[in-house]
Nanobody, 116 residues
Framework: QVQLVESGGGLVQAGGSLRLSCVAS????????MGWYRQAPGKQRELVAA???????NYADSVKGRFTISRDNAKNTVYLQMNSLKPEDTAVYSC??????????WGQGTQVTVSS
């Protein structure tokens, strides 16, 4: 079992920045990759950014150049640095972890609201 706890959401003006954190606990040795997803009202959940245990990353086209995903293995934490935020980035952001065997785990989500 893996537990994920997110923090760092909030309200920010367009052009501002936020950093989300996701702390993993439990059977973290089984995690193969972690990522951030978001879901805006009336829209499907989408992958924002992901990072593997090897450090490979990928990003949604809509956030490339503005968001950066990183991890601190010593703290079992994954971060999402979000810069140049836009109103369309408003969503509930959730952290996810995938085990080597494919099982996934989710955090409770954190609200990010960007005002224009």
């Amino acid at each position: 079992q893996v537990q994920l706890v997110e923090s760092g959401g909030g309200l920010v003006q367009a052009g501002g920045s936020l950093r989300l954190s996701c702390v993993a606990s439990g059977s973290i040795f089984s995690i193969n990759a972690m990522g951030w997803y978001r879901q805006a009202p009336g829209k499907q959940r989408e992958l924002v950014a992901a990072i593997t245990t090897g450090g490979s990353t990928n990003y949604a086209d809509s956030v490339k150049g503005r968001f950066t995903i990183s991890r601190d293995n010593a703290k079992n934490t994954v971060y999402l640095q979000m810069n140049s935020l836009k109103p369309e980035d408003t969503a509930v952001y959730s952290c996810a972890a995938v085990e080597v065997g494919g099982r996934d785990y989710w955090g409770q989500g954190t609200q990010v609201t960007v005002s224009s």
